[in-house]
Each structure stands twice: as C-alpha cells, then as structure tokens.
C-alpha cells in the first residue's frame, strides 16, 4: 500500500479504543521511561547458523548464477546486471491505440518502460546482514551506491558536476558498470530482507533498478517538496522537518553530525524508520567522505536496532530517494535524499502488522505511536544481540 505524501501535518488516525490505551501508557513514563513499552510476546533469541560461504548460493564469490555467469572472488561489494531483470533495455516496442473515443484508449492505458537492473553484494559473508556490519564495512556499499547513481546520471544534470569530485573510481573486476544505451529517468536503490519480504536468497544483497519513468511514489513526494520550495521561499521541506525532529527529539532513534535516523510523524508501519540529513543534500554524489561515513553509521545504528528489538533477524524494505537522473532544475534542486524502512513486525518476531480492511479500503491505523516506536528502538542499541549468544 502506497505511503502518504510526504505532508507537514499528515499523520494517520488511532482508533479512539488504542487512543486511550495510548494515554494511558502516556500517564506513567514519568516514573520510568521505558516501563510501559513491553516488549510483548518474546521468543527465543534467532543465532545465524548460515556458513560464511555457500556452495549453492548464486551471490557468494567464485559461484556460478542462474545464466552461466561465474562471480569474481570478490572480498567486499559485487555488481552485475540482475539475470532476471523485471525490465530491460531492450524490449518490445508497445503503441498505444490513437483513437480517442475508443473507450480502451481511455480507461485502459499504459506507457512503455525500459531499464537496466542491477545486483549488488554488501559483504562476500554469505552469513552477514547490514546489522552485522560495522559503519566501515558499510562504507564499500555506499561508495558502490554512488558509483552506480553516477554512471547512470544525465551529464545535462547540475548534478553532473559534483558527480566527478565526489565519486570514487571503479574498484576493478568487482564491478562491471557500463553507461546505458539510452538516458533513464530514474534509479531506485533498495534491499528486501528476509523471507518475509519476499527475499529468496540471505546473501546479503540489494537491487538497483533504473527506468525512463518516474515511479508514483518519488513523484508524489518530488511534486510536494517542489510545490513547498516554491510557496516558501526557497526552504526545503524535509530540511525544515528534521530541524524540527531534532529540535522536538521525541522521535528521534539515533542523530550525528549529519543524520538523524527519526519514526516520521506520518509513519505507516509501527517501527518505520526514515535516514533524513539534517542539511540540504540532492543525491549520493552531493555528500563528502565524513558524511559518506556519517551515513554508513546511521545504517548500521538503524539496522542493528532492528535486529536487537526482537531478538531476530528483522524483516525490511528499505529504498533511497534522491533526485532523478534526469529531470528539470526546479526537480533537481528541490529533491532531497532519504531512506525509507518499512519493516512489517508489530509485537514479537512472529506477529506482524498486516494492511488489510479497514486500512485497505480506507486509510492507515497505527497500533502504536512514532513517539512510541522511536523510544523502543532507542533502547535497543548497543551490541548486536547474537554477539552475545556466541
């Protein structure tokens, strides 16, 4: 289900029953914090009993994949083109019917796409996760992010120009990047972990798609933060949003110099997570090695909360949005780079939310408050809880 736009105000609704079983955990967090966010039904603490290497996987090094190809011996990131690309560079033409008063011409429309697919390795470790990862261990997936995102931009972009000071040059057989045969309009950097969202293969791995369109959720939140640059003077909306989060701090779950990893306001799902940087920042490319770093630690701080908050291997869809490759300078220069994180678990490791009824045909309902969910997950840092199994 599509999140709402990115709005000052929006926020989902509570049910009046959760409403006041809300206020009244509200009445005793001045005798302790932390007292009234039980943790609910707890299971059994998961360990990792996946080997370091797997013969079988088709994304460990030196394995074979599903279309004959073998992965290099790769020791950090790994970059090919997905073998089962959802869409293509090259693929049949598509005319739509030019009859206007056919209804088909009418109701039933549709738009050709075309693309390039990508897959990226984090870590050789089959065994590994992001929450396992220490910030320098993420950098590489960072770096490797912004490498792609910078093959792919348009050299029309104002982006184009910082593009080259702050790219790193290709690490060798580990990557094989070439320019695309056509200029795409977008790229959606995003991981699905575990069985839960859909993911088939736990080798640590994400997925890059780039498209000639501009898909419905980035456009949706590109037109508010340009229609809100416009009526206010310049200012940026997420800009304005995380100087409030970091004044209000009731949100927050993990901040530094140049992140703030927040539960937004207007939140869906009950531990969403959004990586904001507290200053003006288009893309990948706009940021320096500190804040590359910053960002890594921001990762890896979210991620391993994740994990601790249930004792498991926490499910997530996590995907940037950050300026188009190819767009107008008033859509370049609004854009504004984030993460999202959509996990579905709700009251343990087994129980999940589920967006159905009500929520399906009408709107959201949160089961827990932001401000709830950004204390919980406060509390989980520290080391990583399978450290401490071992």
Known sequence: MARPALKPFARASISNCRAKKLLHLASGLLADPLADFSRGQQ????????????????????????QGDTNPKYESTFVFVNDYSAVKEEQAEYHPDSDTKDLSSQLLRAEPVTGKCYVITFSPSHNLTLADLKPVEILPVIQTWTRLYSAHLSPFSTLARVAASTTLPPAGHNESISRP??????????????????????????QVWTTTGLPEEPKVELEQMVKYCKEHGGRHLLEDYAKLESEKKERVVFENETFLALCPWWATWPFEVMIVSRKHKRALVDFNDKERADLAEAIAEVTRRYDNLFETHFPYSMGIHQAPLEGWADEIEASYFHMHFYPPLLRSATVRKFLVGYEMMAEPQRDITPEQAAARLRGCGGVLYRHKLE
């Open 43 to 66: 299971e059994s603490a998961s360990k990792t009993t996946l080997p370091a290497y797997d013969p079988s996987c088709y994304l460990c090094p030196g394995n074979k994949r599903a």
């Open 181 to 206: 045969n056509a200029q795409y309009r977008y790229m959606q950097i995003f991981e699905n972990k575990g069985a839960a969202m859909g993911c088939s293969n736990p080798h640590p791995h994400g």
